[in-house]
């Protein structure tokens, strides 16, 4: 079946540091990619997302492109703030009829001043 | 104005007893789903309506009945609650008939859920 798979956290950086979160899937068809993420205390917000292969969907400073040869879809931004302290989760939506979104484990970020 | 909303936020209960929440949309979506994110944060569907019809019923314990009275809301009712209940559930809803892999799909924030 579907699966992704996220790289392990807990991640810690400082503030103003580059950010790479690694994304790789599988799929037996050709899915649309999601990254979400979670804030302390609340519930899932659409970050990005990508639905074709080299897309690069981007929003707030982050981005992800789509890697078809790689099944890889990681997230990245080139300087992170103390704002962006969260839970990110990829996640793939496959056509297998019925629409569901299958997430990866979650990778918690941590950004000190 | 809240897109998806869900009540209650937190629930307390013991085992043994039935308990429901409820989720709403203003959104205008056709499709909603239930999610759920156990302790270490691992999210997982367990159902999906599209305009008050059954979609997707992943494979979970006949205890969960969701029930849509329209399609701006879907309920979650839960019998006979059990410790391994205990975990974050989500409602989701999507534009569509829920069977295009790429519409986005909008979360609530969440109902905690601890069985004592």
């Known amino acids: 079946g579907d699966s992704v798979t996220q790289m392990e956290g807990p991640v810690t950086l400082s503030e103003e540091a580059f950010l790479t979160i690694n994304c790789t899937y599988t799929?037996?068809?050709?899915?649309?990619l999601f990254w979400y993420v979670q804030y302390p205390g609340e519930g899932l917000q659409l970050l990005l997302k990508?639905?074709?292969?080299?897309d690069k969907g981007s929003n707030k400073g982050f981005e992800a492109t789509y890697r078809k040869e790689t099944t890889s879809f990681h997230l990245e931004k080139g300087s992170v703030q103390v704002s962006d302290s969260a839970v990110y989760f990829c996640a793939l939506s496959d056509y297998q009829g019925a629409q569901k979104l299958v997430f990866g484990q979650g990778t918690r970020l941590t950004i000190n001043p | 104005d809240t897109a998806v909303s869900q009540t209650p936020k937190y629930l307390v209960t013991q085992m043994g007893n039935d308990k429901s929440i409820k989720c709403e949309q203003n959104l205008g979506h056709d499709t909603m789903y239930w999610y759920k994110q156990d302790s270490k944060k691992f999210l997982k569907i367990m159902f999906s309506?599209?305009?008050?019809?059954?979609?997707i019923n992943e494979t979970v314990p006949n205890r969960f009945s969701p029930k849509s009275p329209d399609k701006a809301h879907l309920n979650l009712h839960i019998n006979s609650l059990e410790l391994g209940d205990s975990a974050v559930y989500f409602c989701?809803?999507?534009?569509?008939?829920?069977?295009?892999?790429?519409?986005?799909?909008?979360f609530g924030p969440g109902t905690r859920l601890l069985v004592l």
């Open positions: 799929a037996t068809g050709y899915p649309s």
């Open positions: 989701a809803s999507s534009q569509g008939k829920g069977t295009g892999f790429r519409e986005t799909q909008y």
């Open positions: 990508a639905t074709k292969a080299d």
């Open positions: 309506y599209n305009n008050k019809e059954l979609i």
